[in-house]
T-cell receptor, first 109, second 114 residues
Framework: EDKVVQSPLSLVVHEGDTVTLNCSYE??????LLWYKQEKKAPTFLFML????IEKKSGRLSSILDKKELFSILNITATQTGDSAIYLC?????????FGQGTRLTINP | EAGVAQSPRYKIIEKRQSVAFWCNPI?????LYWYQQILGQGPKLLIQ????????DSQLPKDRFSAERLKGVDSTLKIQPAKLEDSAVYLC????????????FGQGTRLTVV
């Protein structure tokens, strides 16, 4: 059975800190790993990592994929209160997209 | 480009009543997903369509949940009869391809069963 596990489940830091969120997976016929940010209801897309793109960066956010060890990390530097959200990791196999349980990140001013 | 549209945004019903949710995916997207997200948890896939065919419904409680995607475009998800544990946000997402591509989400429907 396909499985995606995120850690930690919850994280509270101060504004300006750097955080690292983890995602490990077991998926048949891996095709991609995606990171989403969920603030209210709808998750919004951040990054997609595949065999041909194992490192992505956008502003203060960056992500890497380790296909050998079957995990990914999402790094946020110089955190701001607007980064407070649930961060979801999803892994695309041959047929479907499977989500982890998410990491709730809280940034205190 | 218009996003994924869902309605209603909120719904409160009593247990044992029935409810239906509607989703209109991004134009041209062949893959449509329905996810259930219970408070504090990640989205759980209920059913996935490829055009108007079902790809995966292994986690859909078929005794009470049903879904259809007529003509491979809009989709409806129905619960009948609802239970208290069905209280959740129901998210619809679509993608241009199955599995390995980015899925775009609608705003979701928050269902409260009392």
């Amino acid at each position: 059975e396909d499985k995606v596990v995120q850690s930690p489940l919850s994280l509270v830091v101060h504004e300006g800190d750097t955080v690292t969120l983890n995602c490990s997976y077991e998926v048949t016929n891996f095709r991609s790993l995606l990171w989403y940010k969920q603030e209210k209801k709808a998750p919004t897309f951040l990054f997609m990592l595949t065999s041909s793109g194992i490192e992505k960066k956008s502003g203060r956010l960056s992500s890497i994929l380790d296909k050998k060890e079957l995990f990914s990390i999402l790094n946020i530097t110089a955190t701001q209160t607007g980064d407070s959200a649930i961060y979801l990791c999803a892994v695309g196999g041959a047929q479907k997209l499977v989500f982890g349980q998410g990491t709730r990140l809280t940034i205190n001013p | 480009e218009a996003g994924v549209a869902q309605s209603p945004r909120y719904k409160i019903i009593e247990k044992r009543q029935s409810v239906a949710f509607w989703c209109n995916p991004i134009s041209g997207h062949a893959t449509l997903y329905w996810y259930q997200q219970i408070l504090g948890q990640g989205p759980k896939l209920l059913i996935q369509f490829q055009n108007n065919g079902v790809v995966d419904d292994s986690q859909l409680p078929k005794d009470r949940f049903s879904a259809e995607r007529l003509k491979g475009v809009d989709s409806t998800l129905k619960i009948q009869p609802a239970k208290l544990e069905d209280s959740a946000v129901y998210l619809c997402a679509s993608s241009s391809n199955r599995g390995g591509t980015e899925a775009f989400f609608g705003q979701g429907t928050r269902l409260t069963v009392v």
